[in-house]
């Protein structure tokens, strides 16, 4: 069993920085591959980065490559989101999750986290 708690959300002008943290609980944490989600009011959920157990491969989405990092320290029990040149249309809560393998597909993770709230004005 994990238990996930992000960290490090709020509110930010556009062109800005934030880096999301993602926090585990549970000994197997580095066993898992961890992915961050988002969702925005009215939209889907959205697959935003994942990683793998050993943090030796990652994957983007498109609309957040070269922007954003996703990194992780597992002796820690810690994953990152390093966001930045942050736009008005990263808005949204975003979700860190848990499972087998790092795919961009949300049903491929089991464990999932209450979300923190980004927040990007113009």
């Known amino acids: 069993q994990v238990q996930l708690v992000e960290s490090g959300g709020g509110l930010v002008q556009a062109g800005d920085s934030l880096r999301l943290a993602c926090a585990a609980s549970?000994?197997?944490?580095?066993?898992?591959?961890v992915g961050w989600f988002r969702r925005a009011p009215g939209k889907d959920r959205q697959f935003v980065a994942s990683?793998?157990?050993?943090?030796?491969?990652?994957d983007y989405a498109d609309s957040v490559k070269g922007r954003f990092t996703i990194s992780r320290d597992n002796a820690k029990n810690t994953v990152y989101l390093q966001m930045n040149s942050l736009k008005p249309e990263d808005t949204a809560v975003y979700y860190c999750?848990?499972?087998?393998?790092?795919?961009?597909?949300?049903?491929?993770?089991?464990?999932w986290g209450p979300g923190t709230q980004v927040t990007v004005s113009i």
């Open positions: 999750a848990a499972g087998g393998s790092y795919l961009s597909t949300a049903n491929y993770y089991d464990y």
């Open positions: 549970g000994r197997t944490f580095s066993r898992y591959a």
């Open positions: 990683i793998n157990w050993s943090g030796t491969n990652t």
